[in-house]
């Protein structure tokens, strides 16, 4: 089967910008070269987009005679071949209107995103991301649809003329199951970080909504999905087509609202995989190289940080999938019971431990995040190095709402990267510390990860925070447990002393109590 | 290109990006989500694609439509994804006073 005609100088720039965006990820190996890898990827996209642009340029060929070229294929049912055969070179009558419209495109699109990126909050990045990876998923479904209606545009179909009705043109079967796959991503993809979206951005709360044998329906509409891609090939009808843009809505949906909000770092990162396979699939049919390359990079991206996030978890993919986690901490919420003898301390005790430390591990979750502490937890800090006080963060790789949401918000309250450690890093030293101080973390440093096998996140690697010498727990009551449903030892340990209070008034209030 | 090239660049560019991916430092995760969200806005290819073609009947017409509407929403993923990486990653600084190198 031949393809449209492949220019081979647009095809090695695809190539090239491929290659820029494999380099924009390798430069995110370290933040000193982060700022020149972003860049890469700007110059990648740039030679994307160029090269689409010059070598599609809207408008139609136009013969010397005044003979249209497309006319002319029409008829002998060839390809654009038969207008370098002319004595006399087509000319390209450019379509202006067009080009402006698509201009105008991108010039909508730049002034949204642009503001949008400058406008968000550090703290909203888990929603900005979903929403972006929801952008994507729709773009692609936009974009199978239009390969659809028009696939001699994308060099996908060839013309076939009927003895008997209107000639029309018939998709490859190899592109139909691309273009099948692709749209089933890209709508999953859509319809899930939409939900994702709603669910970190509180307009949906975040427990998750379980329905009565989602499992067979979840499944029973899969492989309705898989079913039809493959009669795609057999049947190019519109209501194939469609049937299976809205089941993978559906689907999308289904698969998202029974996921709790703990375990959103997963869902992002899964998303973010899915946005890379239907770039991927798209990228395929287009037969595009940079679309493949980068579909291939950020499946693999997305693939990999949701392992990671279930290893920090010690849970498996299909467990979190199947969804449900989380459920019986909403139940249980308020029933939580302290009938255990625990210390409570001020901000000025708090103040008198840190001052008289020699090493300080500050360790913050989703609730410090919540709070916007992380400013005044900086303040903090530097008033202990002023003390000569030695201040590290420990980061689990779980704590927030996506991969990483940790380290940003630190490094946005100007939080040198070198005082920011892992948890494998970090995790011996909380022995020779004087003082862990806990802020909006909870599950991350239970001790009955390691110890009690009944506990749901038995087997999670956790911050040792219970080998230091004191534990100061930042906390907003004692009554609420964490996104597990489990309660913390930790709370209850002599060397523990609870701070309860909203996390950033409590963190001000020590700033005040170190002057 | 055939489709056994085609599908040699993909494997090939997944073992690339597993070894890449494992590469990048869990502090910048997040900014590696928000640039690969804005590099998958490579799809904006195939939105130009059917934006630009001569739209040949109602099918043709819908799908130029289609085509503008996905451009739109490619480059604000395109220029958003990347500019709000570049806010992100030029916060991550080092210690002001000279450190000893590390590693």
Same mark, same amino acid.
Request: hydrophobic residues 55%; charged residues 10%.
């Given at each position: 089967m031949e393809h449209a005609s492949v220019n081979p100088w647009a095809a090695f720039a695809y190539l090239v910008a491929g290659v820029c965006f494999i380099l924009a990820l390798r430069g995110l190996s370290s933040p000193a070269t982060s700022q020149r890898g972003n860049r890469m990827g700007i110059i990648g996209m740039t030679i994307a987009v160029v090269t689409t642009l010059v070598t599609h340029v809207p408008g139609e060929m136009v013969e010397a005679t005044g003979q249209l070229c497309s006319q002319m294929h029409t008829i002998a049912g060839s390809g654009p071949a038969l207008c370098h055969d002319m004595t006399y070179a087509p000319v390209l009558v450019v379509d202006w209107s067009t080009v402006g419209l698509i201009l105008a495109a991108i010039a909508i699109g730049a002034v949204i995103g642009l503001t949008t990126a400058r406008r968000i909050a550090m703290t909203d990045m888990p929603q900005l991301v979903a929403a972006f990876h929801s952008l994507v998923g729709l773009a692609a479904v936009l974009v199978a649809a239009a390969a659809f209606l028009n696939p001699q545009a994308f060099g996908i179909a060839d013309m076939v003329i009927p003895l008997i009705g209107k000639p029309f043109f018939a998709i490859y079967p190899q592109s139909r199951i691309e273009m099948g796959l692709g749209i089933a991503i890209g709508a999953i993809t859509f319809s899930g970080s939409v939900i994702a979206f709603l669910k970190l951005n509180g307009n949906m709360g975040g427990a998750p909504i379980l329905l009565p044998a989602r499992h067979i329906i979840n499944l029973t509409v899969l492989a309705a999905i898989l079913g039809l891609v493959a009669y795609f090939t057999q049947d190019q009808s519109a209501w194939v087509f469609w049937t299976i843009t809205i089941l993978s809505f559906a689907i999308g949906f289904l698969l998202i609202i029974p996921i709790g909000g703990a375990d959103m770092p997963v869902v992002v990162s899964m998303l973010n995989s899915y946005s890379g396979w239907a770039a991927a699939a798209m990228g395929f049919t287009l037969h595009n190289t940079a679309m493949i390359i980068t579909g291939a990079l950020v499946g693999s991206s997305g693939a990999i940080l949701s392992y990671i996030m279930c290893k920090a978890m010690n849970r498996s993919f299909i467990s979190v999938i199947a969804g449900g986690f989380g459920a019986t901490a909403a139940a249980s919420d308020g029933a939580a019971k302290v009938d255990r003898p625990w210390k409570r301390g001020s901000a000025e005790d708090a103040a008198f431990l840190m001052s008289q430390a020699e090493q300080v591990i500050i360790v913050p979750g989703y609730g410090m995040a919540v709070a916007q502490a992380q400013h005044a937890l900086r303040e903090m800090a530097d008033k202990l190095k002023a003390h000569g006080v030695r201040v590290k963060y420990a980061i689990h790789?779980?704590?927030?709402?996506?991969?990483?949401h940790m380290n940003v918000l630190l490094a946005e309250a100007n939080v040198p990267y070198d005082e920011v450690f892992e948890l494998e890093d970090i995790n011996g030293e909380f022995a020779q510390t004087d003082v862990a101080f806990v802020i909006g973390a909870n599950d991350v440093t239970n001790p009955a990860a390691k110890t009690?096998?009944?506990?749901? %996140?038995?087997g999670m690697p956790i911050l040792d925070v219970e080998n230091a010498k004191t534990v100061l727990f930042v906390k907003r009551s004692m009554g609420g447990v964490g996104y597990a449903g489990v309660d913390n030892d930790v709370f209850y340990r002599d060397n523990t002393m609870m701070l309860l209070a909203d996390a950033k008034k409590m963190v001000e209030e020590i700033v005040k109590a170190l002057d | 290109m055939d489709f056994i090239a085609i599908l040699s660049i993909f494997v090939m560019a997944c073992f690339v990006g597993y070894y890449v991916v494992w590469s990048v430092t869990p502090a910048l995760h997040t900014p590696l989500m928000a640039v690969t969200n804005a590099i998958s806005s490579v799809i904006i290819v195939g939105a130009l694609i059917a934006a630009a073609?001569?739209? %040949?009947?109602a099918g043709g017409a819908v799908s130029k439509w289609l085509g503008l509407l996905a451009v739109v929403l490619a480059s604000v993923n395109i220029f958003g994804g990347f500019a709000v990486t570049a806010r992100m990653l030029a916060m991550y600084k080092k210690k002001e006073r000279p450190v000893p190198a590390k590693h």
């Amino acid at each position: 089967m031949e393809h449209a005609s492949v220019n081979p100088w647009a095809a090695f720039a695809y190539l090239v910008a491929g290659v820029c965006f494999i380099l924009a990820l390798r430069g995110l190996s370290s933040p000193a070269t982060s700022q020149r890898g972003n860049r890469m990827g700007i110059i990648g996209m740039t030679i994307a987009v160029v090269t689409t642009l010059v070598t599609h340029v809207p408008g139609e060929m136009v013969e010397a005679t005044g003979q249209l070229c497309s006319q002319m294929h029409t008829i002998a049912g060839s390809g654009p071949a038969l207008c370098h055969d002319m004595t006399y070179a087509p000319v390209l009558v450019v379509d202006w209107s067009t080009v402006g419209l698509i201009l105008a495109a991108i010039a909508i699109g730049a002034v949204i995103g642009l503001t949008t990126a400058r406008r968000i909050a550090m703290t909203d990045m888990p929603q900005l991301v979903a929403a972006f990876h929801s952008l994507v998923g729709l773009a692609a479904v936009l974009v199978a649809a239009a390969a659809f209606l028009n696939p001699q545009a994308f060099g996908i179909a060839d013309m076939v003329i009927p003895l008997i009705g209107k000639p029309f043109f018939a998709i490859y079967p190899q592109s139909r199951i691309e273009m099948g796959l692709g749209i089933a991503i890209g709508a999953i993809t859509f319809s899930g970080s939409v939900i994702a979206f709603l669910k970190l951005n509180g307009n949906m709360g975040g427990a998750p909504i379980l329905l009565p044998a989602r499992h067979i329906i979840n499944l029973t509409v899969l492989a309705a999905i898989l079913g039809l891609v493959a009669y795609f090939t057999q049947d190019q009808s519109a209501w194939v087509f469609w049937t299976i843009t809205i089941l993978s809505f559906a689907i999308g949906f289904l698969l998202i609202i029974p996921i709790g909000g703990a375990d959103m770092p997963v869902v992002v990162s899964m998303l973010n995989s899915y946005s890379g396979w239907a770039a991927a699939a798209m990228g395929f049919t287009l037969h595009n190289t940079a679309m493949i390359i980068t579909g291939a990079l950020v499946g693999s991206s997305g693939a990999i940080l949701s392992y990671i996030m279930c290893k920090a978890m010690n849970r498996s993919f299909i467990s979190v999938i199947a969804g449900g986690f989380g459920a019986t901490a909403a139940a249980s919420d308020g029933a939580a019971k302290v009938d255990r003898p625990w210390k409570r301390g001020s901000a000025e005790d708090a103040a008198f431990l840190m001052s008289q430390a020699e090493q300080v591990i500050i360790v913050p979750g989703y609730g410090m995040a919540v709070a916007q502490a992380q400013h005044a937890l900086r303040e903090m800090a530097d008033k202990l190095k002023a003390h000569g006080v030695r201040v590290k963060y420990a980061i689990h790789p779980v704590a927030g709402r996506m991969p990483g949401h940790m380290n940003v918000l630190l490094a946005e309250a100007n939080v040198p990267y070198d005082e920011v450690f892992e948890l494998e890093d970090i995790n011996g030293e909380f022995a020779q510390t004087d003082v862990a101080f806990v802020i909006g973390a909870n599950d991350v440093t239970n001790p009955a990860a390691k110890t009690d096998k009944s506990s749901p %996140i038995y087997g999670m690697p956790i911050l040792d925070v219970e080998n230091a010498k004191t534990v100061l727990f930042v906390k907003r009551s004692m009554g609420g447990v964490g996104y597990a449903g489990v309660d913390n030892d930790v709370f209850y340990r002599d060397n523990t002393m609870m701070l309860l209070a909203d996390a950033k008034k409590m963190v001000e209030e020590i700033v005040k109590a170190l002057d | 290109m055939d489709f056994i090239a085609i599908l040699s660049i993909f494997v090939m560019a997944c073992f690339v990006g597993y070894y890449v991916v494992w590469s990048v430092t869990p502090a910048l995760h997040t900014p590696l989500m928000a640039v690969t969200n804005a590099i998958s806005s490579v799809i904006i290819v195939g939105a130009l694609i059917a934006a630009a073609a001569a739209g %040949i009947g109602a099918g043709g017409a819908v799908s130029k439509w289609l085509g503008l509407l996905a451009v739109v929403l490619a480059s604000v993923n395109i220029f958003g994804g990347f500019a709000v990486t570049a806010r992100m990653l030029a916060m991550y600084k080092k210690k002001e006073r000279p450190v000893p190198a590390k590693h």
